[in-house]
């Protein structure tokens, strides 16, 4: 039987546009769930994945998920980090918190897990005066702040050992490490949430100003 070649052309332009529509549609969803997923990122992570593999069995199962996803080895800002233009002040002669942020549970969940907290202050006059960062009530970080009212920064690494111990890495200027670097340090819960404080100590007529907590979670890469 002779074809005719009109109809066959049709038909192959038919199903042609048929399937660019598909693919295109299947690229829209998945890259719609894949900004939704972004979205979703932030501190409370409490599941592993391995880039498009675990985005296509969430894709595959049409949820998106309650908890947070950890994503292997990206370095992200956390939300809870502090920045301000103006700071916050505390008040002459008194040693006491000017600022606390709370890190969510399983932030960080096994060996090669870390996060960076640096802090960003100055103080009103050449007195010497400490500013302190804990977290979980375990100090990390802390600076003598001693001559002019030039500013400061602290670095303090806490590296997952287990559910209740970190290893602590204070980072001074220079690169010289701080007193407060140590190892297996115990205090952590890492299953619950856990608040970093930033205090002054007291000092006769001088307080600090606090201008940045920034966090960074940098979990383990594979």
Same mark, same amino acid.
């Given at each position: 039987m002779e074809l005719d070649m009109r109809k066959v052309v049709y038909g192959v332009i038919l199903v042609g546009l048929t399937l660019c529509i598909v693919g295109y549609s299947v690229f829209t969803v998945n890259a719609e769930y894949g900004r939704i997923l972004v979205d979703q990122i932030n501190d409370t992570d409490t599941t592993a994945w391995n880039g498009a593999n675990q985005l296509l069995r969430l894709g595959a199962s049409g949820n998106v998920p309650n908890s947070v996803l950890k994503l292997s080895g990206v370095h992200r800002s956390s939300s809870?980090? %502090?920045?301000? !233009?103006?700071? *916050?002040?505390?008040?002459? @002669?008194?040693?006491? &918190?000017?600022?606390?942020?709370?890190?969510?549970? @399983?932030?960080? &969940? $096994? *060996? !090669?897990?870390? =996060?960076? *907290?640096? &802090? %960003?202050w100055n103080s009103n006059t050449g007195t010497?005066?400490?500013?302190?960062?804990?977290? @979980?009530?375990?100090?990390? !970080?802390?600076?003598?702040?001693?001559?002019?009212?030039?500013?400061? =920064?602290?670095?303090?690494?806490?590296? %997952?050992?287990?559910?209740?111990?970190?290893?602590?890495?204070? $980072? $001074?200027?220079g690169g010289a490490l701080g007193s407060l670097s140590a190892a297996n340090v115990d205090g952590f819960n890492w299953s619950a949430s856990q608040d970093i404080v930033f205090a002054q100590s007291a000092a006769s007529g001088t307080h600090l100003t606090l201008f940045e907590i920034i966090i960074d979670i940098l979990p383990k890469g594979t």
């Open positions: 809870i980090t %502090y920045i301000s !233009g103006t700071g *916050i002040a505390g008040s002459n @002669n008194s040693a006491e &918190t000017l600022k606390t942020v709370t890190l969510p549970a @399983n932030t960080l &969940t $096994q *060996i !090669g897990d870390r =996060l960076r *907290i640096r &802090t %960003y010497t005066i400490v500013g302190m960062t804990s977290l @979980n009530a375990a100090l990390v !970080g802390d600076k003598s702040h001693v001559g002019p009212t030039s500013f400061n =920064l602290t670095e303090s690494w806490v590296h %997952y050992i287990d559910a209740t111990h970190a290893n602590i890495i204070e $980072q $001074q200027e």
